[in-house]
């Protein structure tokens, strides 16, 4: 009998098996099954461990993109600090003051922002007119019709020009620094020196609305060079990067192909904020009348769409 246990106990021992005590069975853990009876666990756990990264990967992407966004700030003092940019500047604030009827209590850039959000608070085709008037009162009366029979008639191309460098040289403390471009113009031409652009608008940024940009900049500044100067213009903002490009001699396509009428408002719009009552269920109907190719002649904005604040319609 003993000959028989050593033999099966070294039969056991060659076939890599644990010697079990006679009578005890082998220690069994509760609750456990192998991994493969339980794939839609398996999957889950796999999708919670993506979704971990994916999130890890997005934050440090938002924070790249902050620390890349700090780094490349201007210094708006210094460029407000030359006395031509603080002269304009006194000067565009008096003449917006002259338009709404009314001041604020806050000084330097921050006066304009909140004087710019007064005139916001408007209708949008009234946002745009007073804005057309306050560019026209910054000039002598005479001049803006003599730029257009002397330059703008008989050379457009050095008009262009002309307002491009001017752009750059007066209007840095308003959008941040500004570079003169090449840029493409009406009949597929490259336009030397005919574009400027905004490498990061600060208009923009401080306002913090898209409806401000398109009412009270875009839509009116285009208008005013189109009307006053005889000079067409397309403004390009880009709502992601903060940036901008002026193409002088290029005239503005169709709204309903223009992204920027389109594209949504940022999350501390504070129109965006205010958004209740019948003013927006206005822009609703016009957004729904720009849609359809319906539009009335003459009026000009961007739709209102549900996640963009309330200005932003043809005319808000």
Not at 113 to 130: F, G, M, S, V, Y
Request: contains cysteine; neutral net charge.
């Amino acid at each position: 009998m003993r000959q028989v246990r050593q033999g099966a106990h070294s039969s056991a021992a060659q076939q890599g098996a644990r010697p079990v005590a006679r009578g005890i069975a082998p220690p069994v853990r509760q609750g456990w099954a192998p991994q493969q009876q339980y794939p839609q666990q398996r999957t889950q756990l796999q999708n919670n461990k993506d979704m971990r990264r994916d999130q890890k990967l997005q934050t440090e992407e938002q924070k790249k993109f902050q620390e890349q966004a700090l780094a490349v700030k201007p210094n708006y003092e210094a460029i407000e600090a030359w006395p031509h940019n603080a002269l304009i500047q006194h000067l565009f604030r008096s003449k917006m003051v002259q338009a709404l009827g009314s001041d604020v209590q806050t000084e330097g850039y921050q006066a304009i922002i909140d004087l710019t959000r007064q005139l916001n608070n408007l209708k949008p085709q009234e946002t745009q007119a007073r804005t057309v008037e306050i560019l026209k009162s910054l000039f002598p009366s005479w001049l803006l019709p003599a730029f257009k029979v002397m330059f703008s008639e008989p050379m457009p191309e050095f008009a262009c020009k002309m307002n491009a460098w001017a752009t750059a040289l007066t209007c840095e403390w308003l959008m941040g620094p500004l570079k003169v471009n090449d840029v493409e113009v009406d009949g597929g031409k490259v336009g030397v020196s005919q574009g400027v652009e905004v490498q990061r608008c600060r208009y923009l940024e401080e306002a913090g609305c898209t409806s401000i940009c398109v009412n009270s900049c875009k839509v009116p500044t285009q208008t005013f060079f189109a009307q006053e100067m005889g000079l067409p213009l397309t403004m390009t903002p880009n709502y992601e990067t903060y940036s901008c490009q002026f193409s002088f001699g290029a005239t503005p396509p169709p709204q309903s192909e223009d992204p920027a009428f389109t594209a949504s408002c940022y999350s501390q719009c504070p129109s965006k904020q205010r958004r209740k009552g019948g003013a927006f269920e206005e822009l609703q109907v016009m957004a729904a009348q720009a849609r359809a190719g319906a539009l009335p002649a003459g009026v000009s904005g961007v739709p209102a769409e549900s996640e963009r604040c309330e200005k932003v319609g043809p005319s808000a």
